[in-house]
């Protein structure tokens, strides 16, 4: 055997383990193509219901919404209604009732007032000076110096 035909022979081994190497990561390459296929089919098997029931989810939302929505504005409705009815029972009924208080108030003070101008043994009558009570012997003695501030202011 000359030296040329050992070097083809180990050419042709080495293109022969080279194609068996590259005939494996075919093989598997295959492999992995097949078992990925077959992950997307299964996936989009059970990706379409999920995304049908997804879209009947969000209809069904959007039917919801649009009834909160009805029942605001409803809501809005009764309320502006309502604030209108108030104003017009105040108008209303607000100044012949405030009128018919302050008639019975007036009557209650008239009548209150002629029985206070009897005189009273006690003298226990009050009357109202800046939101305070003051007997009726206080009164006096206010008065009396008043009386005698004016008298000594002509004095000097």
Known sequence: MSGGEVAGILVAVFWAILVSFLAVALARLAQTLRATTRLVADVTEQA???LNDASAAVRSAQTQIDRVD???TDVQEVTSNASALSTTVASTFGGPLVKVAAFGY?????????????????????????????PAARRAR??????????REKGN
């Open 106 to 134: 007036g009557v209650r003070r008239a009548l209150t007032g002629r029985r206070d101008d009897r005189p009273s043994a006690a003298g226990s009558r009050r009357e109202v000076i800046v939101g305070r009570t003051v």
């Open 70 to 72: 009805a029942i605001a």
């Open 142 to 151: 206010r008065a009396q110096r008043a009386a005698d501030r004016a008298h």
């Open 48 to 50: 379409v219901p999920l």
